[in-house]
Each structure stands twice: as structure tokens, then as C-alpha cells.
């Protein structure tokens, strides 16, 4: 009998071994899965953020096909004593003095008649957080030198260069990890120069890094009541990461075509209402269908279809700027512009230049009834804001004279007055 009792502790105590052993392997691979987690994140986070700045800033910085001609054919020197790149560390100084963005800069290819010391991408304009960094930044070097303005084009580049889609990159120097980003950069008349860069430290990140191996170290040898604690900490950092995840899936920019989405451009919406009414301002909206875009997906297929929805995104972009329009993608083929502070004649004018943009882009349709390339119908209705008026009836109204292009031929501007 007492053999027998011996026998059960014993299995008992192997099983308990057992299940202390999965208990540890598990608490390990959480704890690894946390930081891996939390670094994939941060890495993310702090990438997105970089991408969204820069551009912020593609959309802000205006520079002419002349004075991009300009900026090529003057010297480093020259380059940083110059107004247009003074206002564009200007303009970049209070972000850079509250972060850890080091250099923003625009480079562009170089033709190869054009190239010198042997480097084929050259900086055409350049703000730098600190002299200190542009200093350490040029090494040996007279940090004047023309020859520090011209490098060469790495893989991100070629990337973005090729597909026109911002993105970014985690790489190292002697002086630790950063992370840079590219966007694409066109000049007020529309012609692509190069990219927009931004450069930043990321230390804290190798903080966050280190400090959850030291966890992960210090958790191997604690008790279970630990154990249980750093289980609860990893669930609610993984509640924060959801909530984060889910802060970020709503942001203000439609992932495809990089126009405003519906959430943010509804904002934008009250606020430039309110503040027309205020001051008795011109609002004028503009509701854009693509015609037979069903067709173009079914016959086409999808990832063409998504395509050409970035190229009239990027139109409208174009176009809509010239008069401060807001463009939005407010469904799958529907874009809505709002230009504040602009009549009926100008809205109208316009929409007739956005339609003679998406003509003369010549995206082939051939399973279009109009004609063997893409169009799109438009309408189009002004009005001040009034109180007793809301912006559901504006809407109505665009509606309306988008349903009269439609109705009478499409590929045109309707306007309700």
C-alpha cells in the first residue's frame, strides 16, 4: 500500500514537472511573441508616421519646372545659402525640433549626362535637424563639399522611383539604426522630379527592444505568481496593440488612392460647412462617378481595376489642388470634391478640366459603350450655407446633376443650380 503511494507521488510529482515544464516553454514563447509583437509595431508605427509626414510634405512643397531646373544646376553651397531651401528647413524645423527626425531632404535622378563623381541620384533640396548632425553627417569633409550632395540610388529607391508608392525601410550606420522613408515628389505643373526623404533615429526602439529581453531574461527565472503577472501585462499589451491597430485602420487617408476616406473627409466637411456659414462663403461640391467601372473590373480584372482608381485618384488630386479642393474616395468608384470658397462658374470649369484629364490620360475601356477609353460622369452644385440648409440637401443636389450626366450620354458635367 505504501509502495502504491510512493508510486502515485510520483506520477503525481512527474506530472506536475511536466506540466512546470510547458508552463515555462510557454511563458517564454509568449514572452518572445510580445516583444516581437511590440517591435513589429513600433517598427510599423514609426514607418507609417514617416510616410504620412513626408507626405504631408510632397503636398506642401511647391516647386516649379523651373526652379526645379534651378535647384540642379547650382552648387552645395549655393544650394543651402538659397531662399527656397532655407523655407524648406524653415518649414520643417518646429516638426524636427519635437522629434527624432534628423534629415528631410528631396533627391532626384540624375540624366547621365549629368552625373558627377561618379553617383547618379543628386539632393536637390535638404533641412537637417541640427548643424551638429550635418557636421558629423559629412565626416571628414568640409560639410560644403558639392560632392556630399550626390549618391547613389539604393533598392527602396528604385522601388518607390518604379511604383510611385511611398514606403520605408529600417537600416544601420556606424552610428546605430534609423529608418528612412521615400515619397514621390511632382512639381506644381504635374511632372515627377524625385522623392521625398525623411531620415530618423530610432533608439527608443532598440530601447523597447532591449527592455523586453531583460524581461524575458529576468521572467525565465521567477516564480509562477510572476509568471502570472507577465502574462497579464503581455494581455493588455496586446489590448493596446488591437487598440492601436484599430486607431490606425482609421485614419484619415484611403489606403488606395491616398485621397482622403469617407471618415476623414466628413470632418473636413463640418468644419469648412460651419465656417462658410460664418462667413458667408461659396461652397461648392462635386460628386465624380467612373462610368462602366463595373465592366472595367469584370473584365479586366481587379488589380487593374485598383490601378486605375490611383491613377483618377491621383488626377483629381492634380486637378482639384488648383482651386484647394478636398478629394475623397467615398465608395468604390465614387469621388467626391469639396472646394471651399468657390462659385458655380469656376466648380463647373473645374469639372471640365477634370474630364478633359481623365480623357487625355487615355486608360483603355474597351468594354465601355461611350468609346474605348475610361470616363466619368460629373456633377456638380454650389451654394452659400445658410442656416435651415444641411449638408444632407447639398449632397442631394451634387446628386442630382450627377444623375443628369448620367441620364443624358454620361462623360460630361451636369450642374444643379
Not at 512546470?20 to 513600433?42: G, R
Not at 486608360?363 to 459603350?369: G, N
Request: proline share 1%; glycine share 6%.
Amino acid at each position: 500500500m505504501e509502495e502504491l503511494r510512493l508510486k502515485k507521488y510520483d506520477n503525481i510529482k512527474t506530472c506536475f514537472k511536466i506540466l512546470i515544464s510547458l508552463w515555462v516553454f510557454i511563458f517564454i514563447v509568449v514572452i518572445i511573441y510580445s516583444n516581437y509583437q511590440m517591435y513589429s509595431y513600433v517598427e510599423n508605427e514609426i514607418g507609417n508616421n514617416a510616410i504620412t509626414l513626408g507626405t504631408y510634405i510632397a503636398n506642401t512643397v511647391k516647386l516649379s519646372n523651373e526652379e526645379y531646373l534651378y535647384l540642379k544646376s547650382i552648387t552645395f553651397r549655393e544650394l543651402l545659402d538659397s531662399e527656397i531651401n532655407k523655407e524648406f528647413e524653415k518649414t520643417l524645423k518646429n516638426v524636427m525640433d519635437i522629434s527624432d527626425y534628423k534629415y528631410v531632404y528631396l533627391i532626384s535622378r540624375l540624366e547621365e549626362n549629368e552625373k558627377k563623381y561618379g553617383k547618379e541620384v543628386i539632393y536637390l533640396l535638404d533641412a537637417v535637424c541640427n548643424m551638429e548632425t550635418r557636421i558629423k553627417e559629412a565626416k571628414d569633409r568640409n560639410y560644403y563639399d558639392d560632392i556630399i550632395r550626390y549618391d547613389m540610388s539604393d533598392g527602396l529607391f528604385k522601388e518607390v522611383e518604379k511604383t510611385k508608392i511611398p514606403s520605408y525601410k529600417i537600416a544601420k550606420n556606424k552610428w546605430g539604426e534609423y529608418i528612412y522613408a521615400y515619397i514621390p515628389f511632382y512639381t506644381v505643373e504635374g511632372n515627377y522630379i524625385g522623392l521625398i526623404g525623411i531620415d530618423m533615429d530610432i533608439k527608443e526602439l532598440k530601447k523597447t527592444r532591449d527592455k523586453y529581453k531583460e524581461v524575458i531574461r529576468i521572467n525565465i527565472i521567477v516564480n509562477f505568481m510572476v509568471g502570472l503577472l507577465s502574462f497579464s501585462l503581455y494581455c493588455y499589451m496586446k489590448k493596446v496593440h488591437n487598440d492601436l491597430k484599430k486607431e490606425a485602420h482609421l485614419s484619415g487617408i484611403d489606403d488606395l488612392t491616398h485621397v482622403f476616406n469617407r471618415r476623414k473627409f466628413n470632418q473636413i466637411f463640418i468644419e469648412l460647412w460651419e465656417r462658410a456659414k460664418m462667413y458667408g462663403q461659396n461652397m461648392s461640391l462635386m460628386l465624380i462617378d467612373l462610368d462602366y467601372f463595373k465592366e472595367f473590373n469584370d473584365n479586366y480584372g481587379h488589380f487593374a481595376g485598383d490601378n486605375m482608381l490611383k491613377s483618377i485618384g491621383e488626377i483629381l488630386e492634380k486637378e482639384s489642388s488648383k482651386h484647394g479642393g478636398y478629394v475623397c474616395r467615398y465608395g468604390g468608384d465614387e469621388f467626391v470634391i469639396l472646394f471651399p470658397n468657390l462659385d458655380i462658374t469656376k466648380a463647373e470649369e473645374a469639372g471640365n478640366n477634370i474630364l478633359v484629364a481623365i480623357n487625355n490620360a487615355r486608360i483603355e475601356h474597351q468594354y465601355s459603350p461611350i468609346g474605348e477609353f475610361q470616363t466619368a460622369s460629373i456633377g456638380v452644385t454650389s451654394m452659400i450655407p445658410k442656416d435651415g440648409i444641411n449638408i444632407n440637401e447639398f449632397f442631394n443636389y451634387a446628386d442630382a446633376a450627377l444623375y443628369l450626366s448620367k441620364r443624358y450620354g454620361r462623360n460630361k458635367v451636369s450642374v444643379w443650380r
